[in-house]
């Protein structure tokens, strides 16, 4: 039986429209698997997403996982890091495909 969906474009809202980017845990661990960093960086989504990663990354023999928040800034040489807070961050809308708006 069909479903009436309704789709929401950019163009139809006013307000920021988001995608989820996150991959599944397969997808990460097989991401690991062909990169195999020395250190893992989860910088996208929530603080359980960015744990998540980071607790997968161990899993798969990635040694050093680092977890920050927005405004962080991380240091990967010599010496692996965080500086908390060490960028000024918000939200940001667009109007009219124009303009930059804090929200």
Not at 29 to 51: F, I, N
Request: glycine content about 8%.
């Amino acid at each position: 039986k069909s479903k009436q969906l309704n789709v929401i474009t950019a163009d139809d809202s006013v307000l920021p429209i988001h995608a989820s980017g996150h991959p599944a845990a397969e997808e990460l661990k097989l991401m690991y698997d062909w990169v195999r960093p020395k250190c893992a960086l989860p910088v996208h989504g929530e603080l359980h997403h960015l744990k998540a990663n980071a607790n997968i990354a161990k899993s798969v023999g990635i040694s050093q996982q680092l977890i920050g928040k927005n405004g962080d800034l991380f240091f990967i040489a010599p010496v692996k890091g965080i500086r908390r807070n060490a960028v000024k961050t918000g939200r940001l809308g667009v109007i009219n495909k124009k303009k930059l708006v804090k929200l």
